[in-house]
């Protein structure tokens, strides 16, 4: 039996969703000769291992305990009693992952939503071990640490970084490492503006539409982290740079669905809702009716070609992938020398399940990494 010892950095509603992933799939990994061994977990405050972590590892009871702590808002500290694991600060998280990374290699799995963890996973990968990324941040700072992460791509997985469980870098990576040339990719990246940009093709108001996204669940709880369009410009960049155009975020060409006068800092959630949003109206349904005079639709969408990464709303033809898009779904469209009729990817691009599902997926692809 192979096994791979596991370190869990988040346990919010990926990281959680991924120990069940784990627990659930035993007999289907034990099929396939593979164990997972989770020997550690953090969350913003507290790390947790286990004793021994040669020889021990969290049971399965275990980790649905530290499921539960977590679902019900507790600190992980509360886990510490059970006697099953030691504890330590996250600010020993450091010097605690290079005595481990000295016993055993690992894979250290980043679901939280920081971008301090690029330091550990640096040093992680330095020091031999793996890693999987859910959190974009890392791939986002500046493109000499980004180079860093990738001196060892053998080692380095990041699917759920891009429209969360959908194999878009998978394929990427398959398309550019053949020699067939990238020409250029389109996608609508973000479920909620796939949505909303959708919606009001059927000429209803931008703002209800805004509105019935945020009690559906689909926003970000202040919706205005969703129109910044910042999230998809960080999809963008990590395309990008696989591509690679050498960027950063400060060169991509973002166009906010708000404009500045209406940012959090000038204008409370519920003065934007009530009083903001409206005045947005007229502009969008301006540029739905212009689009649809030449067949074609209004999509929120990131652009790469010729070294270029724009993020923005866009005309894209009524009768394409993307027009065609309804609901939430991510549509990725990719031109190539071979697919010239593009390459399309499209699913559910969100959801703790799909990208806890897309994790575990490239947790699985490293296998060939242990004995
Ligand atoms: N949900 C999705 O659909 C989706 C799709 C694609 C990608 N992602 C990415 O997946 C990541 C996780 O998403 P989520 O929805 O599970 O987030 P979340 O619910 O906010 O959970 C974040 C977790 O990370 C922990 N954390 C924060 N800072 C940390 C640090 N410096 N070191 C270690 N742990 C830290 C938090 O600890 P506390 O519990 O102590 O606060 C929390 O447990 C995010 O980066 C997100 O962008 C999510
Ligand atoms: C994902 O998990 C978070 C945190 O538990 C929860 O608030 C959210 O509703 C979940 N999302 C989905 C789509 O299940």
Do not use: W
């Not at 020997?39 to 913003?44: A, L, Y």
């Not at 530290?66 to 020993?92: N, P, V």
């Not at 640490?145 to 970084?161: A, C, G, Y």
């Amino acid at each position: 039996m192979k096994n791979i010892p596991i370190i869990l950095m988040g346990c919010g509603g990926v990281g959680r969703q991924l120990l069940q992933h784990i627990v659930s799939c035993r007999t289907l990994h034990a099929n396939k000769g593979i164990h997972l061994r989770v020997v550690g977990v953090c969350d913003s405050k507290m790390f947790l291992v286990t004793p021994d972590v040669l020889s021990t590892e969290f049971d399965d009871a275990f980790l649905m305990d530290i499921c539960k702590t977590k679902f019900d808002r507790l600190s992980l500290e509360q886990c510490i009693d059970s006697g099953k694991c030691e504890a330590s600060s996250y600010a020993e998280s450091k010097r605690k992952l290079a005595d481990i990374a000295a016993r055993i290699g690992y894979v250290l799995v980043d679901c939280s939503a920081s971008s301090e963890t690029i330091e550990v996973i640096t040093q992680t990968l330095n020091l031999g071990c793996c890693a999987v990324l859910a959190n974009k941040k890392p791939l986002t700072c500046s493109m000499e640490e980004f180079d860093k992460l990738f001196l060892q791509p053998r080692r380095i997985r990041h699917e759920s970084t891009v429209g969360a469980g959908l194999p878009i870098i998978t394929s990427l990576n398959r398309i550019t490492s053949s020699g067939d040339e990238v020409a250029s990719i389109i996608g609508s990246l973000s479920g909620t503006l796939g949505y909303v940009m959708s919606e009001v093709e059927n000429g209803k108001p931008f703002s209800e539409v805004v509105k019935a996204a945020k009690d559906l669940g689909y926003t970000e709880p202040d919706p205005r982290d969703d129109l910044s369009g910042m999230d998809v410009a960080r999809k963008g960049l990590i395309l990008a740079r696989l591509l690679g155009q050498r960027i950063d975020m400060n060169t991509i060409k973002i166009e906010s669905l708000y404009p500045n006068n209406m940012g959090p800092s000038m204008m409370t959630l519920e003065d934007f809702l009530a009083n903001g949003l409206p005045l947005l109206d007229n502009d969008i349904q301006e540029k739905v009716k212009k689009a649809s005079l030449n067949e074609k639709v209004l999509r929120y969408v990131c652009i790469l070609q010729n070294s270029m990464c724009m993020i923005g709303i866009h005309e894209v033809p009524k009768d394409s992938a993307l027009g065609r898009l309804k609901g939430s779904d991510n549509v990725v469209e990719i031109y190539s020398r071979c697919y010239e009729k593009p390459l399309v990817i499209q699913g559910a691009g969100a959801g703790n399940d799909t990208t806890a599902a897309g994790v575990l997926a490239d947790i699985i692809d490293l296998q060939d990494q242990f004995p």
